[in-house]
């Protein structure tokens, strides 16, 4: 099996947690391109732009396998597998993907199956599941320093040691993108109000 992975050195280290196995050929690209008998592209860099889902699909019909967590149903091609692929995410044994059909979810089970990974299929809805809480916990950490409870640091330590979490909102926020973070809540609120982003948090999303 050929896998052709478009990346950063810092998801392919997470994309690697569990190994690799033997036989699986895998290739590391920049951006999109074209590798010669390639069963599956992941895209761990993808950006939900029209340019670039063209190029995605231009090398079909190997399996395209997009990390994007905002994406809400009908905005990407059907034969696209979505992944949560944020920073700190991909690092876990268990993937959260939605997809259109029973085919693709089999062929990426295989790929993801490969790299030591179990795929977690969902609901085809932005924000998935765990980035849709861990969002919500980050926003609400923002409602709070901006109310003089606490610093971020003593935040971050009073949740780690609460909840037994790897990380505290902040640190998390930081590791993911505090823009990914701002981008999902904004694509959440539009249509339930609880997800509004908090003034703060938007503030030091859109100012970095």
Not at 137 to 153: G, H, M, P
Request: glycine share 8%; with cysteine; aromatic share 8%.
């Amino acid at each position: 099996m050929k896998i052709a992975v478009i990346t950063t050195g810092e998801l392919k280290g997470e994309l690697l947690e569990q190994g690799v196995q033997d036989g699986i050929e895998v290739h590391w690209l920049a951006a999109p391109g074209f590798i010669e008998g390639a069963d599956c592209y992941i895209d761990l860099l993808f950006e939900k732009k029209q340019a670039r889902i063209d190029t995605l699909k231009k090398l079909e019909p190997a399996l395209i396998i997009v990390n994007d967590v905002t994406a809400t149903p009908g905005e990407l091609p059907p034969t696209f597998t979505r992944i949560n692929g944020w920073p700190s995410f991909l690092k876990r044994q268990l993937v959260e993907a939605a997809a259109g059909g029973n085919t693709e979810k089999e062929r990426a089970g295989k790929i993801f199956a490969s790299l030591g990974k179990k795929i977690e299929w969902v609901p085809d809805t932005a924000g998935f599941v765990s980035a849709r809480v861990i969002s919500m916990i980050i926003n609400e950490a923002y409602f709070t320093l901006a109310e003089n409870v606490s610093s971020k640091e003593e935040i971050d330590i009073a949740m780690k040691l609460g909840t037994n979490y790897p990380f505290g909102p902040f640190e998390w926020a930081q590791k993911i993108g505090l823009k990914n973070v701002y981008a999902l809540l904004e694509t959440l609120s539009k249509t339930n109000s609880r997800y509004q982003p908090a003034a703060l948090l938007k503030k030091e999303a859109l100012t970095r």
